[in-house]
């Protein structure tokens, strides 16, 4: 049973309980007030080169700076976006704006920007062209894009998906298959979703050193990549050890609190200044 509520044109209800928490239902119109105001805001975390310790691009994290709960993380307002059909206007704005930060970031010139999309995301045609416009209107090259599909819901229509994902891929964007191991994405899936990456989940990575079956899944995983032809990256890498378990494994990338924590713009850039010519800890 799914009640469905209209509300500003663009809310749908898809469990009859969300109707009745006004928390949540008080949360959905803030959040579109959010955007026009300015209460979001985007962190960003490192991603690196396990061999070189090369910095290969940031992951812009969404952050609301809530006026009376402070600042709340994805988890307490994505699934609601989501929900919601918020979730369209809420990418556009984390699209538009990683975009227009990027060249201020102080990154290596080959450095990326990834930009986490739902699954819902993919459902519509329009998506990839909107994509694209983000990227003229802010002056960025294709290549300098990656788009991490967050499986967080799974693919209502995944023959519609892989279109879309084969025109960003035809227009030079990178496609990331997010925290692979622990979603809704089967192997099948990846030969049909144009990647060309693959990030492990941090849940695999995080004890790979004392679970032996995580380690286990994640040499598999690095392996199945490389015969995929992905880059493969380790999320969640907390300590020198795993970084350095990883980048013998052959993993490509990794990112975690280890290496860099998501902060704010001029954040980073001051860990980009200070890390610039230090090399992986050997
Ligand atoms: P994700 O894309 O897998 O992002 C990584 C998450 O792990 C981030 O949480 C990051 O802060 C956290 N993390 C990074 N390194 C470590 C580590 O070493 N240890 C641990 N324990 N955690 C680490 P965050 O920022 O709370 O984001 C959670 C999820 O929300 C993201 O997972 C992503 O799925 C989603 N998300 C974040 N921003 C956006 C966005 O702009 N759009 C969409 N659609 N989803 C987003
Ligand atoms: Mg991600
Ligand atoms: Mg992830
Ligand atoms: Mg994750």
């Not at 499986?151 to 892989?162: H, I, N, Q, V, Y």
Request: with cysteine; charged share 25%; aromatic share 4%.
């Amino acid at each position: 049973y799914a009640a469905k509520v209209r509300s500003a044109g663009v809310m749908r209800f898809e469990r009859a309980q969300d109707h009745y928490d006004p928390e949540r239902l008080a949360m959905v119109g803030e959040l579109g007030r959010a955007m026009a105001q300015d209460e979001l805001v985007l962190h960003f975390q490192p991603k690196v080169a396990l061999d070189s310790g090369e910095v290969t691009g940031v992951e812009a994290l969404l952050r609301w700076q809530h006026p009376r709960h402070g600042l709340l993380f994805p988890d307490r307002f994505l699934p609601l976006a989501e929900q919601t059909g918020l979730i369209d206007p809420l990418t556009d704005w984390v699209l538009d704006r990683a975009l227009r930060q990027l060249t201020a970031l102080g990154l290596p010139p080959q450095a990326r920007v990834s930009v986490n999309v739902s699954a819902r995301n993919l459902g519509q045609q329009p998506f990839a062209d909107r994509v694209l416009d983000a990227l003229g209107r802010n002056g960025i090259a294709a290549e300098r894009l990656v788009l991490e599909i967050t499986e967080t819901a799974a693919f209502a229509d995944l023959e519609r998906a892989s279109a879309v994902l084969r025109s960003l891929d035809e227009a030079g964007i990178a496609i990331s298959l997010d925290d692979f191991g622990q979603g809704h994405t089967s192997i099948g899936h990846l030969s049909t979703l144009h990647l060309s990456e693959l990030k492990i989940d941090r849940a695999f990575v995080g004890d790979m050193l004392t679970d032996l079956a995580h380690g286990a899944i994640v040499r598999s995983l690095v392996e199945l990549a490389h015969n995929l032809g992905l880059t493969v990256v380790a999320e969640g890498v907390e300590d020198d050890d795993t970084r350095e378990a990883l980048r013998d494994l052959g993993c490509d990338e990794g990112q975690g609190y280890g290496i860099g924590r998501p902060v704010p713009a001029a954040q980073l850039t001051e860990w980009l200044s200070r890390n610039r010519h230090e090399p992986a800890a050997r």
